[in-house]
């Protein structure tokens, strides 16, 4: 079975260009999240979405930041201008519904350096 | 508000050895789910084993098991047996349905490292 499928897996990029990390959640999935990882603030949701509709961005950082899930089976992560801060581990993750006990199954991440 | 707390940043033990990871958590909700999610060098989450909160019994899967003490508000993942690809960050976990919130919320991590 396919897991959470992410791309790209490492970009590099210079400071103020646009950035799109992609997911594609595990067929059948309702809930997607966006979660960032970092030395210094650890794991991050950053926004998470039910049945395509977003339902809480507060962890966002600033509105570089946006979020969309045009589809079931895509969601893309933008960052614009991007900044060197920014660089971290972007992770996307799926699970049946949202539900306490359903578990959240993780991409492998796409690893942004913002130079 | 949602709280994970891992109190042990890192660990060093023998191989074969048993090892527990320490793990408390924070929640007004009753309902919520504990999980414990792998970590290893390349950077992939691998999740490992879920604990309901109204769970009666301990979860285990294979080499883990958690330890599920509710009145104290722990859940300990035990890994029996360890073996050198143990090796990695381990992170606790919470998710509750409670108030319209979602998604993980994640402890620090504790660096497990196992020696030959």
């Known amino acids: 079975d396919a897991g959470v499928i992410q791309s790209p897996r490492h970009e590099v990029t210079e400071m103020g260009q646009e950035v799109t990390l992609r997911c594609k959640p595990i067929s059948g999935h309702n809930s997607l999240f966006w979660y960032r990882q970092t030395m210094m603030r650890g794991l991050e949701l950053l926004i998470y979405f039910n049945n395509n509709v977003p339902i809480d961005d507060s962890g966002m950082p600033e509105d570089r930041f946006s979020a969309k899930m045009p589809n079931a089976s895509f969601s893309t992560l933008k960052i614009q201008p991007s900044e060197p801060r920014d660089s971290a581990v972007y992770f996307c993750?799926?699970?049946?519904?949202?539900?306490?006990?359903?578990?959240?199954?993780f991409g492998e991440g796409s690893w942004l350096t913002v130079v | 508000a949602q709280k994970i707390t891992q109190t042990q940043p890192g660990m060093f033990v023998q191989e074969k050895e048993a090892v527990t990871l320490d793990c408390t958590y924070d929640t007004s909700d009753p309902s919520y789910g504990l999980f414990w999610y792998k970590q290893p060098s390349s950077g992939e989450m691998i999740f490992l084993i879920y604990q309901g909160s109204y769970d009666q019994q301990n979860a285990t899967e294979g080499r883990y098991s958690l330890n599920f003490q509710k009145a104290r508000k722990s859940a300990n993942l035990v890994i029996s047996a360890s073996q050198l690809g143990d090796s990695a960050m381990y992170f606790c976990?919470?998710?509750?349905?409670?108030?319209?919130?979602?998604?993980?919320?994640f402890g620090k991590g504790t660096h497990l490292i196992i020696q030959p």
């Open positions: 976990a919470m998710r509750s349905s409670g108030g319209g919130a979602d998604g993980l919320t």
């Open positions: 993750a799926s699970s049946l519904n949202s539900l306490s006990g359903n578990t959240i199954y």
